[in-house]
């Protein structure tokens, strides 16, 4: 199998992964159905050839498919046409991609590229070529490397920093041989991202970021940035910014940073919680009521200020509530507010309540699913009169808010177990969005670690901790019963209570200790029972391990592999 194919005279290459493995089958009478059955043997494709080796024509699965299902009979109707190219003439195939592509070398053939992977190769091809773009005209210096810490790619102004090496001279190389001080491999191990460092290259104080690259849960490289000409130069820019943002407050609507400043709390990178900071956008330009659910600990109240910032209402207030923090009675006061000597122990002159408060703006009313059926009831009348009748009083004050609940609970249960009001429920389930739990966005963990690792160390003027691997292991094999707010505890207590420089897995909070043991025993027990089953296999196949493989379900070659990890542990 070829590593990587030139087949156009602009220099496009296709990747080994696009060139699918072919087999050749004799042209000749067959029904599409037993063409069919010979595909679902062969393989991806089939190349049809005449006695004389000269291709014909490709079948594939889909369009033999096609075929069957348009009632064809004739095996001509799912014939794909072939292109045959040489790797040593570089000649280029049909521009459309129109023709499966056979690759030959010699007189062998050793694959070919569909018109899907053709495709595909042209969209790699080109989305190659803007990155390459954009690396080279970035501002910044750019390197990136690979698992192995090696480097992948170093963009011209980070070459140039560093003595105007060229690209043959860095790429490929380790990168600690390349750039001094650097810890962009240490960043591939631990998979946590180090921001705003300052780091010693060519004589001059540089300020970094160092970000590791998550790909299917695992760390496959990391990017390394330098953000500024030195440390001096960014004072004057911290300086100047200053200046422009004392300008800009009094011009600049305030609502519009604010909401900058709660995405920033929302953090991570995972797909799931980007699709919720996506939908929250769309909800924020209206004044619809919107339900917010999700486990504890997920960042509700996060996404309800963001959604109020964003709302057309960011310049009203925005009030909050935890109906679950008091008692009903209570709770109804403090929601509708009361007149002087509505009951024992008011206040003189009243209360303005949080319906009142929340008038122009947003209120937020956590835990909803904790409200009482009659106060249930009455917050509805709220939302369809835009009027609130104080305790104590006869005279409705008229209110006009955005209002945002939020629940831990299944809403839906309760109302079959006639906890919660049908009518309150289909008012507010119209518009939803499900937080998801952090054990389904575990790719958002190192950079939650970063964040809150910032906050408690300029919160207790304390220096940043390193992460080992176990310690980041133990943190990703972990499910996060509390979501972020359980880890935000786990990483105040690694930087109150932790004294090393580094967290390992010896100086994680007991529970996390705990969990690492058990899933340590729990693999001890799983590793114990495979290696018996194996060796009782091996006695019932009287030794032969091809047949001990047969009796567990498993390739010759997988048991070997088995066999030998038993012998070195």
Same mark, same amino acid.
């Given at each position: 199998m070829v590593q990587q194919l030139t087949i156009n005279q602009s220099g496009f290459h296709v990747s080994h992964y696009w060139i699918e493995p072919v087999s050749f089958a004799l042209y000749e009478e067959r029904t599409i159905q037993e063409w069919a059955r010979l595909l679902q043997h062969a393989g991806s494709l089939i190349v049809l050839v005449t006695e004389e080796d000269e291709p014909v024509g490709a079948l594939l699965p889909e369009t033999i498919v096609a075929a069957i299902s348009h009632g064809e009979t004739a095996i001509e109707k799912a014939?794909?046409?072939?292109? /045959?190219?040489?790797?040593?003439? &570089? $000649? #280029?195939?049909?521009?459309?991609?129109? *023709?499966?592509? @056979?690759?030959?070398?010699?007189?062998?053939?050793?694959?070919? /590229?569909?018109?899907?992977?053709? &495709? $595909? #190769?042209?969209?790699?091809?080109?989305? *190659?070529?803007? @990155?390459?773009?954009?690396?080279?005209n970035a501002y910044e210096g750019i390197v990136i490397v690979d698992k192995q810490g090696k480097i992948v790619k170093m963009n011209n102004a980070y070459r140039s920093f560093i003595g105007g090496k060229d690209e043959a001279e860095v790429?490929?190389?380790?990168?600690?041989?390349?750039?001094?001080?650097?810890?962009?491999?240490?960043?591939?191990?631990?998979?946590?991202?180090?921001?705003?460092?300052?780091?010693?290259?060519e004589g001059q104080n540089m300020v970094v970021h160092r970000i590791p690259i998550w790909q299917n849960h695992r760390v496959v490289g990391?990017?390394?940035?330098?953000?500024?000409?030195?440390?001096?130069e960014l004072y004057e820019i911290l300086q100047r910014a200053r200046v422009f943002l004392s300008e800009e407050s009094l011009s600049t609507e305030p609502t519009k940073k604010n909401a900058t400043s709660v995405e920033r709390r929302l953090i991570g990178r995972s797909e799931a919680l980007q699709s919720c900071k996506c939908f929250a956008r769309k909800v924020a330009r209206t004044k619809a009521t919107v339900l917010l659910t999700g486990e504890t600990g997920t960042g509700k109240e996060l996404f309800a200020r963001l959604i109020h910032q964003m709302s057309n209402q960011a310049n009203g207030p925005f009030v909050a509530i935890n109906c679950a923090a008091m008692p009903e009675t209570l709770l109804e006061a403090e929601l509708f507010g009361y007149e002087e000597g509505a009951f024992t122990g008011a206040r003189r002159g009243g209360a303005v309540g949080k319906f009142e408060q929340a008038s122009g703006g947003t209120l937020f009313l956590d835990e909803a699913g904790e409200m009482s059926n009659a106060l249930q009831a009455k917050l509805l009348r709220v939302l369809e009169t835009k009027q609130v009748d104080r305790v104590g009083s006869c005279r409705p004050v008229q209110t006009d808010f955005r209002l945002i609940a939020a629940t831990n609970a299944d809403l839906n249960q309760l109302v079959a177990d006639g906890k919660f009001r049908k009518d309150l429920y289909y008012r507010l389930v119209a518009i939803t969005l499900n937080i998801p739990p952090l054990r389904e966005r575990k790719e958002d963990i190192p950079y939650l670690i970063s964040a809150f690792m910032d906050r408690f160390a300029q919160e207790y003027g304390l220096r940043h901790k390193r992460f080992c691997e176990d310690a980041l292991h133990a943190f990703l094999e972990y499910d996060w019963p509390g979501n972020v707010r359980e880890l935000a505890n786990a990483i105040d207590y690694i930087m109150a209570i932790g004294e090393e420089e580094k967290v390992t897995s010896n100086t994680l909070p007991p529970f996390l200790r705990n969990h690492a043991a058990k899933k340590e025993s729990l693999k001890t027990v799983a590793r114990r029972s495979e290696k018996e089953r194996i060796e009782q296999a091996i006695v019932l196949a009287n030794g032969n391990k091809a047949k001990a493989a047969k009796l567990l379900g498993i390739h010759r070659a997988t048991l070997y592999r088995k066999l030998k990890e038993q012998e070195s542990s």
């Open positions: 014939l794909e046409s072939v292109e /045959v190219i040489e790797i040593e003439d &570089r $000649r #280029a195939p049909s521009p459309d991609g129109s *023709k499966v592509v @056979l690759i030959k070398e010699g007189n062998e053939y050793i694959g070919a /590229v569909t018109r899907e992977n053709w &495709r $595909r #190769a042209r969209e790699e091809y080109e989305q *190659k070529a803007i @990155l390459e773009a954009i690396l080279e790429e490929g190389k380790f990168v600690a041989d390349v750039i001094e001080n650097t810890r962009l491999h240490e960043v591939v191990k631990s998979g946590i991202p180090e921001r705003g460092e300052i780091q010693r290259i990391a990017v390394g940035m330098l953000i500024f000409e030195g440390v001096s």
